[in-house]
């Protein structure tokens, strides 16, 4: 794929020549090649704080291309620990995660979050045969979960001992309470600082969905490419200057997709390492 790139470009396959020795798994007729940092394999490490307001932290990309025969996503390897280790450390562990034969999830914010999220939506498809919206809508759903959840164990039982539900109603009783306003105001303030990329194939082809807060599904089928994290806006930003389109070959999305990610790399909690993959 390299040799059909244009010239000019060679001095940013120079500096993304390290992500390029990789291996490749086959599942099933499609071939998702992944393409691991030699840094990463080797586990370089880099340490840093996290505080608990700055958790939405990494780049995670996807693009389609090929008339959507093909999806390509990255993401960089920056892992996010919220409280109490507020911890960000750059190592050898992959946020692409392969849903089946031909889905990938890519999270960025929280890892528990994000592994919980990507567990639940497993579980919700496992077994059957959905398409991709379907999955983008139960990661959605599983979002929706997770946070209700976060929501009982940081601010109802905490401060009145109560779920979600007994929250409710005890909010339709009393409406006008002063008190209940002012923890209602908190669980709307309330965030998991995560953000979701679902790419992968059905019977109608190659799709690309984002799952944000407060947990809901997005398309982006029609712009055919979008990238979520703290370097999101940075990537998105070289996506566009790139002209990435979902009717470009595979090459040259490869490479604006690895463009977009070096540029994200300014942004704060974006990790150096790169990982890529094609479905």
């Known amino acids: 794929k390299l040799a059909l790139m244009p010239e000019g470009r ?3 396959l120079e500096r993304g020549a390290e992500t390029l020795a990789g291996t490749v798994h086959t599942a099933g007729d499609r071939s998702v090649v992944e393409k691991e940092s030699f840094a990463g394999r080797v586990g370089s490490r880099l340490f840093s704080q996290a505080g608990e307001g700055n958790r939405h932290m990494t ?3 996807g693009a389609l291309c090929d008339d959507g025969k093909a999806i390509v996503v990255a993401s960089d390897r920056m892992m996010t620990y919220s409280a109490p280790m507020n911890l960000q450390v750059e ?3 992959k946020k692409i995660v392969a849903i089946g034969q031909s889905v990938a999830i890519l999270f960025s914010g929280g890892v528990a979050d994000g592994e919980d999220v990507i567990s639940k939506a497993r579980a919700k498809i496992c077994g059957s045969n959905k398409t991709i ?3 983008a809508d139960a990661t959605a759903a599983s979002y929706q979960e997770i946070k209700r959840r976060k929501v009982e164990d940081t601010i109802l039982r905490p401060l009145i001992g109560i779920d979600f539900n007994s929250w409710a109603s005890l909010l339709a009783q009393s409406a006008a309470s002063q008190s209940l306003a002012q923890i209602l105001g908190m669980i709307s303030q309330h965030n998991l600082q995560l953000e979701l990329l679902v790419a992968g194939f ?3 082809g190659g799709h690309l969905f984002g799952v944000f807060h407060p947990g809901i599904s997005m398309p982006m089928d029609t712009i055919g490419c979008g990238a979520i994290g703290s370097g999101g806006l940075h990537a998105n930003v070289r996506l566009s200057l790139g002209g990435q389109i979902r009717g470009l070959s ?3 999305t490869l490479f604006n997709v690895y463009e977009a990610k070096a540029a994200a ?3 704060p909690g974006v990790g150096k390492l790169t990982d890529i993959a094609i479905v």
Do not use: G, K, L, Y
Request: charged share 30%.
């Open 59 to 61: 780049v995670c990309i």
């Open 10 to 12: 060679e001095s940013a």
């Open 133 to 135: 919206h379907e999955i």
């Open 91 to 93: 190592m050898p562990v």
């Open 202 to 204: 059905d019977d109608s």
């Open 265 to 267: 790399e300014v942004a």
């Open 250 to 252: 595979m090459a040259d």
